[in-house]
C-alpha cells in the first residue's frame, strides 16, 4: 500500500467516534506517512437539516487531545472561509481544500500563506489541464509550499463519478503528491439530488490506487456508516478499513 494515507472519519463529529477510529486503524497505519483526516463542519450539506459537526473551536479541540493520545500523530481537515485558515495552524499539518472550492483563489492564497502543505480536491467538473492552472496561486504565495492534488471522480454525462486514470501522471508531472479519493470516487447520485455511493468499488480503488501510480490514498470510514453525519452510503465500514489496511 501507498506509504502515504489519509483516513478517518467524514465529519469529527465528537471525541469519542473519532477516537475510536483512530485508534482501531492507528497500528497499521503508525509505521506510515500517515494523516487522521476528519472535518469539524460539513459546510456543503444538500440540505440545511443536515448535521455538519462539532464546529470550528470544538473540532480543534477534538484534534488536539487525539495529538495527546498520540504523540507525533499527524492531522488534516478541510476549510471553507478564509478566516478560519489561520486559526488552524497550531494544530492541522495538512489543509485540504475542498472541490466546490477547488479554484477560490482567495482561500487557495491564505492556505499557502499560513501552510506549507496544501491539499486540494479536484473538482469533480474540472479537467487536469485547468486544475494545473491554479498551482501559482499557491506557489508565487509560498515557494515552499507543497501541493498536493486528490482526484475524487469527474462527472460529464454519466450518472456516478468516472476516474480518469490517464489523468495520474501529467498531474505527477505539475503536483508535489497526488491522492487517490477513494470513497469519495465511488459516489452515486439519487434521483432526489443526494448522494449514494458504492464502498465495494471504494475499496477496489484503494487496492489498485498504487498501481496506477498514486503518491497516496484517501478513504473515509466508520463504525457504523449508517450513523454517519454524511456519506453514509460510501464510507467504508471500519471493519472493513482494517481488512484493507492488513491486506493491502
Avoid at 501559482?136 to 471522480?153: A, I, Q, S
Avoid at 477496489?204 to 449508517?226: C, I, L, M, N, Q
Wanted: net charge neutral; aromatic share 10%.
Amino acid at each position: 500500500m501507498n506509504k502515504t494515507c489519509i483516513i478517518g472519519p467524514c465529519s469529527l463529529e465528537n471525541y469519542e467516534l473519532s477516537h475510536k477510529v483512530l485508534s482501531t486503524i492507528y497500528p497499521y497505519v503508525k509505521d506510515k506517512d500517515f494523516y487522521f483526516k476528519g472535518s469539524f463542519d460539513k459546510a456543503n450539506r444538500s440540505s440545511i437539516t443536515g448535521k455538519r459537526g462539532p464546529g470550528l473551536e470544538e473540532g480543534l479541540e477534538i484534534f488536539k487531545q487525539l495529538k495527546k493520545d498520540y504523540p507525533g500523530l499527524k492531522v488534516t481537515t478541510d476549510v471553507h472561509e478564509t478566516q478560519q485558515v489561520e486559526k488552524l495552524t497550531d494544530t492541522i499539518d495538512l489543509i485540504q481544500i475542498p472541490a466546490f472550492l477547488c479554484r477560490q483563489t482567495d482561500l487557495l492564497v491564505e492556505s499557502a500563506r499560513c501552510f506549507n502543505k496544501v491539499n486540494i480536491k479536484k473538482g469533480q467538473w474540472m479537467n487536469p489541464q485547468n486544475m494545473v492552472k491554479g498551482i501559482d496561486k499557491l506557489k508565487v504565495t509560498n515557494p515552499n509550499c507543497e501541493v498536493w492534488l486528490t482526484e475524487r471522480g469527474t462527472a460529464f454525462g454519466y450518472s456516478q463519478f468516472i476516474v480518469d486514470f490517464s489523468s495520474v501522471d501529467y498531474f505527477k508531472e505539475h503536483f508535489d503528491k497526488v491522492v487517490m479519493d477513494c470513497t469519495h470516487s465511488a459516489q452515486l447520485p439519487k434521483p432526489n439530488g443526494r448522494m449514494s455511493g458504492n464502498p465495494t468499488l471504494a475499496a477496489r480503488y484503494f487496492k489498485t490506487a498504487e498501481t496506477f501510480g498514486y503518491d497516496a490514498v484517501f478513504a473515509e470510514t466508520h463504525p457504523t456508516p449508517s450513523l454517519s453525519y454524511s456519506d453514509a452510503d460510501s464510507i467504508l465500514p471500519l471493519e472493513q478499513m482494517v481488512y484493507l489496511l492488513k491486506n493491502s
